[in-house]
T-cell receptor, first 114, second 116 residues
Framework: AQSVTQLGSHVSVSEGALVLLRCNYS??????LFWYVQYPNQGLQLLLK??????LVKGINGFEAEFKKSETSFHLTKPSAHMSDAAEYFC????????????FGAGTRLAVHP | DTEVTQTPKHLVMGMTNKKSLKCEQH?????MYWYKQKAKKPPELMFV???????INESVPSRFSPECPNSSLLNLHLHALQPEDSALYLC???????????????FGPGTRLTVL
C-alpha cells in the first residue's frame, strides 16, 4: 500500500535561509507525488507535482522538489525563505491507476523568522 | 476560472440541527470530493463523486449525507452531528476521477464547522 512520511512536524528557518522539507514515500508501483501548501484558515494549493520524466520538478513561489527513486524521496526545497512561506506543507501520493485518492503525509509546519 | 468556492465560510450548529455545506466549480470537472480536516492534521477523504455518482464513501457516518445535483455542484447535508465532528470541511474537484498526476485536485477554501 502507498504511504507518505514527512520527517519533522515543525521546521524553523531564518528569512533568506534554505528551506528543506523532507518526504519519503512507500509504493510498490511508480508513484504520483505532490506537494501542497496550506496557509492559515485556507484550503490547499498545489505547489508542484511529479510526473514521469524529469526528476527535478519546479513549482510555484520558487519551490522545487527532486524525485529520487533510489532513496524513495521527494524532498521540497527553496533556496531562500521568505516570511510569506510560513504555512503547513503536505506531501501526498496517489494510487496510480485507481481512483484519484490523495494519501497525505502528516504535514510539516514551516516557521520563518526575521 | 480555476476556482472552487464553498459556502458558508463558517458554520455553528447544535447537535439537533440540520444544515448543508455547498461547493461549486465551473471548470468542467467531473470528479468532486469532500474532505474533513481536524486541527493540525492532514485532510481525510470522506466522499468521491464521479460523473455525479457516488464512487467512494470512506465509511463515513450516515449523519453526513452527500449530494451531487449536477456536475458543478456538491452538497454535504449534516444532521445530528456530534461535537467531535467539528472540523474544516474541504471540497475539491479534478478533471476526472482517474488517479494520475495530470489530474490535479483543486481545493476550495473550506467551511469551518463548529458543533455545540
Amino acid at each position: 500500500a502507498q504511504s507518505v512520511t514527512q520527517l519533522g512536524s515543525h521546521v524553523s528557518v531564518s528569512e533568506g535561509a534554505l528551506v528543506l522539507l523532507r518526504c519519503n514515500y512507500s509504493s510498490s508501483v511508480p508513484p504520483y507525488l505532490f506537494w501542497y501548501v496550506q496557509y492559515p484558515n485556507q484550503g490547499l494549493q498545489l505547489l508542484l507535482k511529479y510526473t514521469t520524466g524529469a526528476t527535478l520538478v519546479k513549482g510555484i513561489n520558487g519551490f522545487e522538489a527532486e524525485f529520487k527513486k533510489s532513496e524513495t524521496s521527494f524532498h521540497l526545497t527553496k533556496p531562500s525563505a521568505h516570511m510569506s512561506d510560513a504555512a503547513e506543507y503536505f506531501c501526498a501520493v496517489i494510487i496510480s491507476g485507481g481512483y484519484n485518492k490523495l494519501i497525505f503525509g502528516a504535514g510539516t509546519r514551516l516557521a520563518v523568522h526575521p | 476560472d480555476t476556482e472552487v468556492t464553498q459556502t458558508p465560510k463558517h458554520l455553528v450548529m447544535g447537535m439537533t440541527n440540520k444544515k448543508s455545506l455547498k461547493c461549486e466549480q465551473h471548470m468542467g470537472h467531473r470528479a468532486m470530493y469532500w474532505y474533513k480536516q481536524k486541527a493540525k492534521k492532514p485532510p481525510e477523504l470522506m466522499f468521491v463523486y464521479s460523473y455525479e455518482k457516488l464512487s467512494i464513501n470512506e465509511s463515513v457516518p450516515s449523519r453526513f449525507s452527500p449530494e451531487c445535483p449536477n456536475s458543478s455542484l456538491l452538497n454535504l447535508h449534516l444532521h445530528a452531528l456530534q461535537p467531535e465532528d467539528s472540523a474544516l470541511y474541504l471540497c475539491a474537484s479534478s478533471q476526472s476521477p482517474t488517479g494520475n498526476s495530470y489530474n490535479e485536485q483543486f481545493f476550495g477554501p473550506g467551511t469551518r464547522l463548529t458543533v455545540l
